[in-house]
């Protein structure tokens, strides 16, 4: 009786973080080299624009760290910070898939929060953000420990 309780939480468990998009990678999802990709920029905290090729099926986070953005990611990809703070533009923001509760979780812990802002680990690049251009904010509450950065795997 207890193994089969276990087993049907799991299963319900499973079922409400797909229904709620809370689908979470150690360091994002894995896309091959030659995925396509599309140029998109990110507007960094010192207001200069820096514009990258990010390749479609990967977070915002890896495009960043892939191009030698300064984007933390205290937390390597997992939603456990806010560090990965991006202010996303009204449109683009509107038709993504909505945040999990764990992401706005760790928003409410955002410095400079906006209406539009979402974690760059959990925003997954798609064809329709070609030239889309994503605000760095001026600074970021890292409470797992100052000054950590976690280098890419």
């Known amino acids: 009786?207890?193994?089969?309780?276990q087993r049907g939480?799991?299963?319900?468990?499973?079922?409400s973080r797909r229904a709620l998009g809370g689908v979470r990678w150690h360091g994002g999802p894995k896309v091959p080299n030659d995925a396509p990709t599309i140029t998109v920029?990110?507007?960094?905290?010192?207001?200069?624009r820096k514009e990258v090729q990010a390749r479609v099926g990967e977070s915002l986070l890896q495009t960043a760290h892939r191009n030698e953005i300064d984007l933390e990611g205290?937390?390597?990809?997992?939603?456990?910070?806010?560090?990965?703070?991006?202010i996303m533009p009204q449109d683009l923001y509107d038709i993504l898939p909505d945040p999990s509760?764990?992401?706005?979780?760790?928003?409410?812990?955002?410095?400079?929060?906006?209406?539009?802002?979402?974690?760059?680990?959990?925003v997954i690049v798609t064809k329709d953000m070609?030239?889309?251009?994503?605000?760095?904010?001026a600074a970021t509450r890292n409470f797992y420990v100052d000054g950590h950065k976690p280098k890419p795997h």
């Open 74 to 86: 205290a937390c390597e990809g997992v939603c456990a910070c806010s560090t990965c703070h991006l």
């Open 130 to 137: 070609e030239g889309t251009e994503f605000k760095m904010p």
């Open 9 to 15: 939480v799991l299963v319900a468990s499973r079922r």
């Open 41 to 48: 920029t990110f507007l960094q905290p010192d207001k200069t």
């Open 101 to 122: 509760e764990d992401e706005e979780d760790m928003l409410d812990m955002a410095f400079g929060l906006t209406d539009t802002s979402r974690l760059g680990c959990q």
């Open 1 to 5: 009786m207890h193994r089969s309780l």
